[in-house]
T-cell receptor, first 111, second 119 residues
Framework: DAKTTQPNSMESNEEEPVHLPCNHSTISGTDYIHWYRQLPSQGPEYVIHGLTSNVNNRMASLAIAEDRKSSTLILHRATLRDAAVYYCILRDVVLGNKLVFGAGTILRVKS | EAGVTQFPSHSVIEKGQTVTLRCDPISGHDNLYWYRRVMGKEIKFLLHFVKESKQDESGMPNNRFLAERTGGTYSTLKVQPAELEDSGVYFC?????????????????FGPGTRLTVL
């Protein structure tokens, strides 16, 4: 499975945008970029995914570099409830079913 | 729609004992996964069921772990005998059949996990 690299932790102020980066220089053509997050004392939950184009949903936006070797998860207005560990995961659309988690980024949100 | 449920939420057992964890997936989800996070480590995949069949069990650590999904509904994960290094949080997840998932996301829905402590 292709690997991703994320910062260990980031901090944000409430109501401000947050940009969570992810590097995936060895991404292959059949890899989708998925983001999951894990809130305290809960199981992981899906946030967003994309292949080449930028994506938006009710939770976040995903900006994908033109060469696909990096991506950024954007939370437009961070709230205290967004404090979580965010995981950037590459998932092969043909082979992939399991999720391969890295260490993720711990996001702290200050009020 | 009810989410993925896991039972028990916590289990404390002695080394050498047996423990059985249960997972009830979302109704209609053919795919069921087990993951675990042991102390200080990342969440690791254990195995994947499609209905009652084991699709991928490459992550099962050893033969002390036995997963079943009789009838393709709920699943159990038995650890026998439990060792100290089995302590951690065991997560179950489920997802729709690929033909119904609407594309490659095939989002996995996770349960809250079972925290297992082996003393």
């Amino acid at each position: 499975d292709a690997k991703t690299t994320q910062p260990n932790s980031m901090e944000s102020n409430e109501e401000e945008p947050v940009h969570l980066p992810c590097n995936h220089s060895t991404i292959s053509g059949t890899d989708y970029i998925h983001w999951y997050r894990q809130l305290p004392s809960q199981g992981p939950e899906y946030v967003i995914h994309g292949l080449t184009s930028n994506v938006n949903n009710r939770m976040a936006s995903l900006a994908i570099a033109e060469d696909r070797k990096s991506s950024t998860l954007i939370l437009h207005r961070a709230t205290l409830r967004d404090a979580a560990v965010y995981y950037c995961i590459l998932r092969d659309v043909v082979l992939g079913n399991k999720l391969v988690f890295g260490a993720g980024t711990i996001l702290r949100v200050k009020s | 729609e009810a989410g993925v449920t896991q039972f028990p939420s916590h289990s404390v057992i002695e080394k050498g004992q047996t423990v059985t964890l249960r997972c009830d997936p979302i109704s209609g989800h053919d795919n069921l996964y087990w993951y675990r996070r042991v102390m200080g480590k990342e969440i690791k995949f254990l195995l994947h069921f499609v209905k009652e069949s084991k699709q991928d069990e490459s992550g099962m650590p050893n033969n002390r772990f036995l997963a079943e999904r009789t009838g393709g509904t709920y699943s159990t994960l038995k650890v026998q005998p439990a060792e100290l290094e089995d302590s951690g949080v065991y997560f179950c997840a489920s997802s729709r059949p690929l033909r119904l998932a609407g594309g490659p996301a095939n989002e996995q829905f996770f349960g809250p996990g079972t925290r297992l402590t082996v003393l």
